[in-house]
């Protein structure tokens, strides 16, 4: 008797529970009254058929499949397995490679005419149903109600399906944000005041400036939600899935695709207010294009604050036009407490100076060598085991061609049949002589020359010479600004007391080269290089 098992899926957690059950009941009897031995069941509850990913069931069953364990997938429906066209027939081409058959309760056996119609089916279906939903959406929409999605500021009003209600306390915030960054206060700034207030922000553990200033094309953001106008926009994104991933990602409409409905009763900010900020921040947008963006620096991106963890970035240019840093967080949300600001040359300059020093270290050379020479010699051993298991191979071969020979010249052997064997035995011998010849021969082993390791060391300076004047060189060094860093994974700035400078922890991805650690005397903890320098020039 054929083993089968039986495959059940539902949509959305709306659905029963028992849909799964109810299918595989289904299934049930239609193994029996075909003669199927049912093993087991996969399901998946609540997964869409859109996309194979996030579906266990389904992957426990190509698993098991691969296995040999079953012969036969029952369905209640082709579209129980995929309602995409591509993954359906992805999924019929694997099994039917595995010998495997699909029956569906309703069709029978499956082939790739009725796979292609019923995923061409389903497909459709799915498409149809997601615009039917849309337009019962815009319909909401042109009654005046809201259409989903949490607004601060605003909750659903209890008893009336798709109607809100302002929530004062949240309004006074969201009057105050706009006042504020009417009258000219940066978003970093408000955020900042918010959370030593103590105000709960709409989502997350803390305010941020993305959080007020949010983007003008996808229109979110505090300042840029028209809610807070008295006005209802719905259709600024539409979600599409990714087909590798499964995730489904947002991408902006057209503006003219934006259906708006005036909703005054849940205006919180004037139409003067709210006129002022949108100018201001048309303004904004407009001269931050003009600018000339910068050159990338050295440690773009890899430049950590030693108090909380956050990035660090940019803060301004002082009046010589030298660049200054200072936490993210700070600027963000306020949430710091490393009011330090820095010189991004000094920070630049400590890292490539204690980097130059511990590399410059000839012990470090030497760990290097040493764990060179210990992985040419296990790959010695490893060459010189395959050539000797090779060449007896080869000669038990030789000698069993040799004993052909015999046998066919005693007459033991028939000519044909001897002959045969002997070609064979050729094919054989030359095959394992030319894998012989194939193989590299025993590595070497090398030894540091004092003229190898002073040539390190200049080239070592003449690297920090040049990375350090990669922002201002004329030539292209990017290149060789990105080698050096592929080596980092970040620079960790822990400031010190006020005019005592500060010190920078670099984490590199040196060690893994020799398999331990890299600066054996510097002061080091899990691949980190710890250089420390005095800055006066640092304000507090």
Known sequence: MTHAIVYARFSTELQNEK?????????RAY????????IGTYEDKARSGASVFGRDGLMRLMHAARDRKFGVVIVEALDRLSRDMEDLAGIHKRLSFLGVEIHAVHDGTAD???VGLRGLVGQLQREDGAKKVRRGMASVIRDGRHAGGRAYGYRPALGRTGELEVVEEEAEVVRRIFSAYADGRPPREI????????VVPPRGPKWNASTINGNAQRGNGLIFNELYAGRIVWNKVRMVKNPDTGKRISRPNPRDQWQTIAAPLLRIVDDETWARVQALKAEKARLSTNVKRRPAHLLS???????CGSGMSVHDRDKTGKTRIRCSAVRESGSCSNRRILYLWDVEEAVLRGMTEELKDTRLMETYVRTYNEERKRLAATAFSRRTRIERKRDRLEAERQR???LLIKGVLREEEGRARLDELKTQVEEAERERLSLEEAPQIIALHPATIESYIATVDRLAGVLSEHATAEDDRGSLVANFRA???????????PREGFQVEVKGKLASLIGGEAFPQAKYSGGRVVAEVRSHRSPD
């Open 487 to 497: 080596l980092v994974h970040s620079v960790t700035v822990h400031p010190k007391a």
């Open 404 to 406: 052909a020979i015999d």
């Open 112 to 114: 790739a005419v009725l």
């Open 301 to 307: 991106g890899l430049l950590r604050c030693g108090c």
């Open 31 to 38: 193994a029996a009254r075909q003669g199927f031995d049912v």
């Open 19 to 27: 849909s799964t059950e109810d299918q595989i009941e289904l299934c």
């Open 191 to 198: 955020a900042g005041e918010l959370n030593r207030e103590g």
